[in-house]
């Protein structure tokens, strides 16, 4: 008896270019509807080289045991299937479909089979179907290494450029398609909030801060020093603020860093700690401390954004929102925030050159922060899908409690870096 022969079910789709990146998204999950379906064994998603011009194609070649089985899926299964890819794309997807029958079927030699450097699956395609690791796995080459990098970040669909996109221009949207579960297209809002913090926080190191720094005649950037507070100054204040003549007589001695929190003696070590934090400051014009603060603000930062999705927690209780949707809102936010600033300070080095004109980069740094405002009020109004009104109170409300928190956390870390410092 003959055995049935193999035949291959071509399926190549053109598509609009609006719904190349949620096609691309959806297409694994079709093609697994298809090989479960009796008689199909596996199949290939491919992407061939589109012209200059022309629609970009899909096609997936599935494997099928005979021409009776495919005859069986036409009959029974593809209109559910067509029907369900036309509700999503409707005809913004033109498909053309071809069945491929062996004319002479040559078999290889007898091997092992290929499996998967990874996870040690049997490997049957381009790619693992456990893990997804390419089956051609190789030692890249310094070129392949600069290419492959160079792609990551600078091709216009990569999920970097893609995530950045709608996160400086599309306010709230970001978050909503977290929530929505489309997470495969863009980054992850803890990786994304820890690439752009740090991005932030090492550019503010290596601007100057134009209060603290100045050009010298060779044009160097020459840090401002300290100013120093004449001895006999100092005393004058004190004896002015009618301060008892011992306690005179200790701040001078101290060069003005003597501090004195209250007579309570439990307070003298650490009143003792924050003299010496003065006195090192003084000496270095505050170097050290803002070194120290700038390493401790980011850790405080991860402590403040948790604390802040909590409170939100009590503004949004009607419907219920799960606390993470609050707190990948905040990591966005304030994501964004990190962005904005960063291009602000870049501005106002450049606004200090100068150039003709170069000061209308402030009007543009002004206009930035007021999209800031008008940012974070529309990301609330986004995702919470709640009026102007109510969103406006809450937003006010938000804020104020915000910058409070914010101000105590901030005091915490500064009161942390200068007895570090001690």
Not at 85 to 98: D, K
Request: aromatic letters at 10%; one cysteine or more; hydrophobic letters at 45%.
């Amino acid at each position: 008896m003959e055995t049935a022969s193999p035949v291959i079910y071509e399926v190549e789709c053109q598509l609009d270019p609006d719904i190349v990146a949620d096609y691309d998204a959806w297409l694994p999950g079709h093609v697994r509807d298809v090989l479960a379906c009796p008689g199909f064994h596996g199949a290939n998603i491919e992407i061939p080289e589109t012209p200059p011009g022309e629609r970009q194609r899909r096609r997936i070649r599935y494997r099928v045991e005979s021409v009776a089985a495919l005859d069986h899926y036409l009959e029974n299964d593809a209109t559910r299937l067509r029907t369900e890819t036309a509700q999503r794309f409707g005809g913004r997807v033109q498909c053309e479909r071809r069945v491929f029958k062996p004319r002479h079927e040559l078999t290889p030699p007898a091997h092992d089979p290929a499996r998967c450097l990874n996870c040690g699956t049997v490997v049957s395609g381009r790619h693992c179907a456990q893990c997804g690791q390419a089956a051609d796995v190789h030692v890249l080459s310094v070129k392949e290494v600069a290419g492959d990098v160079t792609h990551s970040l600078l091709h216009l669909d990569s999920r970097v450029w893609r995530t950045l996109r709608k996160l400086a221009l599309r306010p709230g949207e970001l978050t909503q398609e977290f929530i929505a579960g489309r997470h495969q297209e863009y980054l992850p809002p803890f990786r994304l909030y820890l690439g752009v913090s740090i991005l932030f926080f090492a550019l503010s190191a290596f601007l100057p801060d134009s209060e603290y720094s100045q050009v010298d005649a060779e044009g160097n950037a020459v840090v401002v020093p300290a100013k120093i507070v004449a001895t006999e100054d100092i005393r004058k204040e004190l004896e002015a603020e009618g301060l008892d003549p011992a306690k005179i007589d200790e701040v001078v001695k101290g060069g003005g860093c003597a501090v004195n929190f209250s007579e309570n003696e439990s307070f003298t070590e650490i009143e003792q700690a924050f003299t010496r934090a003065c006195k090192r400051m003084r000496a270095d014009g505050g170097k050290a401390f803002f070194e120290r603060f700038a390493s401790t603000a980011p850790k405080l930062m991860f402590l403040f954004l948790p604390l802040m999705a909590a409170v939100a927690l009590l503004f949004y209780w009607r419907p219920r929102r799960l606390y993470v949707e609050h707190l990948v809102l905040f990591l966005h936010n304030h994501a964004f925030t990190f962005l904005l600033i960063a291009v602000t300070q870049l501005l106002s080095a450049i606004a200090g050159l100068k150039v003709p004109l170069v000061g209308l980069l402030n009007l543009v740094s002004s206009l930035l922060y007021l999209y800031l405002i008008y940012y974070v009020f529309r990301s609330m109004r986004v995702v919470y899908a709640e009026g102007r009104l109510k969103t406006t109170l809450k937003f006010v409300a938000l804020s104020s409690i915000y910058f409070v928190l914010l101000g105590i956390t901030m005091l915490a870390g500064l009161a942390y870096a200068m007895l570090s410092l001690s």
